[in-house]
């Protein structure tokens, strides 16, 4: 079958065996590094040494302006480099025209953007971290979601307390008996869960394929669940990252809906 094929396949709706061989044959795809329709768009010369953003899309497409102004507003003074994966092709061209009619003030420097063959769920960000860790050795990525405020110097604050053996993320818990027994952790203290959205961390965790398919189906969309046991399995530690996030638009956070799978999942790692 040829590869045109096995997203017409998906897209189209077919029996559900059929569906899951070809959702498998496409993540391998992505696995290689192939990556499906990027769309660069270059709004100042590139150093070389801008700060790596990493962002998922699936439901907000009002938000695209936002973020652009926040990453483009940052203090950070090498500039930023920020690499979008679009989970909803419905909304893809309202992405690439706000892309297109951006215009900033110089500290975003370029946005990539993919376009996702169906909604992989926000683990599809870090098929880009795997592709850019052949830049070079640990290099340093920051993952935000695209529900968050950040102040200006979100940017320069991840890229100082960057630690190529941790993940250190503002979304820090110290658990004590179960999921949802658990406390916000400040800096210094042991933490024991981590969500990606407002993170730091190596690029290099993701070149190692079993974060992409060892995650077991059913729980595919808990990526925050499964990084943060992958992680300390593989060797990194978690820290706190010390900035200030805010949530928006609570009402299309997908949270809402996992919240006992969530549980079931953490369960079913630390059982």
């Not at 950070?76 to 909803?88: K, R, S």
């Not at 210094?188 to 394929?209: Q, W, Y």
């Amino acid at each position: 079958m040829q590869f045109r094929q096995f997203l017409a396949r998906v897209r189209t709706g077919v029996p559900r065996r059929t569906a899951r061989l070809v959702r498998q044959a496409l993540r391998g795809q992505l696995l290689r590094g192939r990556l499906f329709s990027p769309s660069e768009f270059d709004y100042a010369p590139q150093s070389g040494s801008e700060a790596i953003v990493l962002m998922c899309l699936w439901n907000r497409p009002s938000r695209g302006q936002v973020v652009l102004d926040m990453l483009d507003t940052q203090d950070f003074p090498e500039g930023i480099n920020l690499y979008l994966w679009n989970n909803n092709p419905a909304d893809h061209a309202h992405y690439k025209r706000v892309l297109r009619q951006f215009r900033g003030s110089g500290n975003l420097h370029r946005v990539t953007l993919a376009r996702s063959p169906y909604n992989l769920g926000s683990i599809g960000r870090f098929y880009w971290a795997r592709k850019l860790a052949g830049q070079r050795p640990n290099l340093p990525i920051i993952v935000l979601d695209d529900d968050q405020d950040i102040t200006p110097d979100f940017v320069s604050v991840a890229m100082r307390e960057f630690d190529g053996g941790a993940i250190t993320a503002w979304w820090a818990w110290t658990v004590h008996s179960s999921y949802h027994d658990r406390v916000q952790a400040g800096p210094g203290d042991r933490v024991d869960h981590v969500g990606p959205g407002g993170s730091v961390m190596s690029a290099d965790i993701f070149t190692d394929s079993r974060f992409f398919t060892d995650i077991p189906e059913q729980f595919r969309m808990l990526d925050d669940v499964w990084l943060t046991n992958f992680a300390v399995k593989t060797g990194y530690r978690l820290a706190k990252l010390p900035v200030e996030i805010d949530f928006v638009m609570n009402e299309t956070n997908q949270y809402h809906g996992q919240i006992d799978m969530k549980t079931e999942f953490y369960n079913y790692l630390y059982r």
